[in-house]
Every structure is written in C-alpha cells, then in structure tokens.
C-alpha cells in the first residue's frame, strides 16, 4: 500500500472533491457515547457538542471498524463500500477527530431603564406601571456601562417599562454605542417619531418591537392602547434607516387559535414588505398582570406558535440549531447566571427578575466582581451541578432546561450541593441532531 495514495471521497468541500489518504487510521476523542434512537445510531462525544448520526448498522459497523484501529483501505475492504464512504464523509466534514469546545466568555447584560410605561399590557411581566422603582440617573447608568465595558462587556440590551419614557434614555443610548458596546433596546415603538428615529438610528444595532396584533382592535386587547398603526410606523421607518430590526409577537392564550389565523396573513404581508425584518414569537407566556399559565397550557402554546414559525419561517428551528455550533460554544446552562440590573440598580441572574430575589445592588459593586459572581452562579448551576445531567451524553449540546424551575432557585449563591430538575427534552434534541444533520456538510 502507497504511504500517499488517496481515496477520493467526493463530496466536496469548498469546491474542492476531499480526498483521504487510505491508510488513514482514526483517533476519535475519548467519551464517545453511541445511542440507538428511531432506527438511527447516534455517535455523541458526550464531552463535547459534536455526533455523528449513521443510519444504518452498515454505517454503524463501518464507524466501529475505523474506531477498532482498521484503516479506511482495510475498512472499504471489509465493509460497504458506501456506508464506508458515508462515514468518513460524515467525519471528515464534522471534523470529528478533532473536535473545538469553547466556553462562552462573551458578556452581554440586560438593563431595565424604568419599570413605567405608556401601556398596560395585560400579559406584562414586569408589572410595568403599577410596581414603582426608585430609577438610577441617567449618570450613573453612564458609568455602569463604562465600567462594563473596561472589564470586557459586549452587548447591553435596553428594556423596562419602557425605555422611551425614561428621562436621559438617548443619552444612555448614545454612551453605550459611543464606548463600542453593541446595542439592543425593547420598546413598543409607540413614542418614536421620524426625528427621534434619525436621531437615534445610527447608534441602535437592534431595535425589537413589540407588536402582539395584526390589526387596531387585537393589538388592543392585549396592550390596552392604541398603538397598532404608531408601532408599525416605527418598524418601517427604523427599517428605512438600515436598522436591524425586529418585531416581538406575545400573544395571549384566549383565543390562540384564532389569533394564529388571523396572524399569520399579517405576518406574511409583513414579512414581504419588510424581509429584513424578523418576527420573534415569545414561545412561553411567564408570570404577569393577568397571566398565569399552567405548564401544560404553556407546552400548548408553545406548539401552536412554533407550528407557526415553521410556516412562515420554513426550517428555521433546524438551522438555528446547527447556528448554536458554529461558534463551538459548549452549553453548559440556559443563560441563568447572566446579568439583568432593575432600574434601581438590583442584579439579577436572569431577565426574569420578578421571579427572583437579588442581593447586590450595582452602586454597590463593580463588573470585576460581578463577572466573577456570574462565572460562579453558571458554574454552580451547569449541568455538570446538576444531578439529572451531569451523566447525560448531550448536556453540552442541550445545555439543560430553565433554570427557574430548579427548586430552591432563588437561593442561588447560599445553595449547596447539586440541583435537580425533571427533563422532558431529550427526544426531542435527539431529533433535532437527526433533523439538523445534512446542514453540517453545507
Ligand atoms: C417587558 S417588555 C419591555 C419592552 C417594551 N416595553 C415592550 O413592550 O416591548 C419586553 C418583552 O416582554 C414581552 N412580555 C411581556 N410580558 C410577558 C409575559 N408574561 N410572557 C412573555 N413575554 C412577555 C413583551 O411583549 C415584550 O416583547
Ligand atoms: S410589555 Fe412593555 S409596553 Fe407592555 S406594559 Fe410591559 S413594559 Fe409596558
Ligand atoms: S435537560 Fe435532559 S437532555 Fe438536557 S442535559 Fe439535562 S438530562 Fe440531558
């Protein structure tokens, strides 16, 4: 056998037909895991985010052949030559071998300006409007983001209440994107005008726009304002400007149905008119003003809407799972341990703060320490803390569920030992990483 000589495998990459050379022998990372689900055998490195999904035993036998030590020649000898060649395409493509895992270092922060508003919505979590907070100056939101930026912060989205109600919200604005933080602000883009707009434009990166109607009287049953046509102005008119923007939709549960249908023309209309603009659906109706949801009507909600994500939006639960790994960030949490601020100052390790309780102001502290605080509370709430993950192959990939419904959650940082939590999602990433496989060869 030639040291050299190579078996094309064609398919191609980046143009190119890939070639291997046949006395290639695999050295796969320690911890693979290999699971039999719906006919499939998924190879998962369990200390990792990557698998690999054969789908049959010709392929699993072929996988098994190369992890014995055999070479791909000896391999293609002894068995199906496809399967072979499917495998190692498979491989080659994942970079299997020699996977990348990082950890997620990047420091984005959500910042409640106000908890007053204009509106009144009848879902809000933030009791916005009836909960009154001693809200921080302008000033001092200055230099909180000064010292978030000096110590390595990325992104700050903007929320409350609503921000535009907040005396000294464009000069908060206006700081932010000047010290090179990227930008995100929540509002319902009811007080926005053309001038504001101009204004301002240049230094959003994102504006989200609720809009939870697809006409005057539906966007009125749930904001209690009339606000539809102001809040569509605001989408076209940042959307003229070449702001990223997009449109937030939280319907209530009454009637969902029938919201849906009546939805999805408007969305499409939209959608056409504006295909730059995203529509996020809130798939989960959380605590507020008049809601409370039980578990099964929220697992119900969530179906109905992301049925029709994937009408508008063909794919794109799939895509956007394959888009998690393209940074190689492991997940070792749901987010919980990341930093929202109340519009007095109270940090809380998640953006549902009302749900929380907080023990540090920021008047009272600094991002060095508070960094180091979050790097502590996602440690300690990672699935590796946690007693139903901490064994499962996939608790990198998944990254466990909400956090929230760890018992004992608002204990966070007096807590000890591991957390326990009821999973109810491993099929259903076990589909996806069936579902999502084809979009790693592209
Ligand atoms: C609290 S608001 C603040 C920003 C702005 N005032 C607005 O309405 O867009 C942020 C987002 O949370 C959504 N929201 C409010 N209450 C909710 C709830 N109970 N469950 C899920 N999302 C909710 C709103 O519809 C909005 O898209
Ligand atoms: S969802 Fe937004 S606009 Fe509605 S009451 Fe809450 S903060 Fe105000
Ligand atoms: S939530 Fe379930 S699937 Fe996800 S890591 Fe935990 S045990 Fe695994």
Known sequence: ???????????????RETEIEINKVYHFPKGLVTCKYKGFYLIINSEGISWLVLKDYEEFRAFQLLTEGYTVEETLKIGKEEAVINVITQIEAKKFENPICKDNKVRDIYIYLTNNCNQHCKHCYMFAGDIIVNELPCEQWMKVLNDFK?????????TGGEVTVYKGFE??????????????????????????IQELGSYIDE???????????????????????????????????????????????????????????????????????????????????????????????KQILRNLVERLYPNYYTETFVLNYENHFLR?????????????????????????????????????????????????TSVDNTAECKNCEIRYICGGGCRLEYEGIK????????????????????????????????
């Open 1 to 15: 056998m030639m040291k050299n000589k190579k078996k094309n495998l064609g398919y191609e990459e980046n143009d």
């Open 150 to 158: 000096e110590n390595g912060g990325h992104g700050v989205s903007f």
């Open 171 to 196: 000069k908060v604005i206006k700081h932010a994107h000047e010290i090179g933080l990227v930008v995100t602000v929540l509002s319902n883009g009811v007080l926005w005008d053309e001038k504001k």
């Open 207 to 301: 504006i989200q726009i609720s809009i939870d109607g697809y006409d005057k009287e539906s966007y009125y049953k749930v904001r209690q304002y009339d606000g539809f046509d102001k809040a569509i102005q605001c989408v076209k008119d940042f959307s003229a400007l070449g702001t990223k923007v997009s449109v937030a939709v939280t319907p209530l549960y009454d009637n969902l149905t029938e919201f849906v249908d009546n939805f999805e023309p408007f969305a499409r209309k939209l959608i056409k008119k504006y295909p730059q603009v995203f529509i996020k659906f809130n798939l989960e109706l959380i605590p507020g003003r008049e809601v409370c949801m039980t578990k099964e009507e929220n697992k119900n909600y």
């Open 332 to 380: 070792k949490n749901c987010g919980f341990g990341g930093i929202s601020i109340s519009a007095d100052g109270q940090v809380f390790w998640c953006n549902r703060i009302h749900e929380l309780v907080s023990r540090i102001n920021i008047l009272n502290t600094n991002f060095k320490e508070l960094f180091a605080e979050s790097d502590k509370i996602m440690m300690d």
């Open 411 to 442: 204990d966070v940082g007096i807590h000890r030992g591991e957390w326990h939590y009821i999973c109810d999602k491993k099929e259903v990433i076990y589909d996806k990483m069936i579902k999502c496989n084809d979009f790693f060869y592209e």
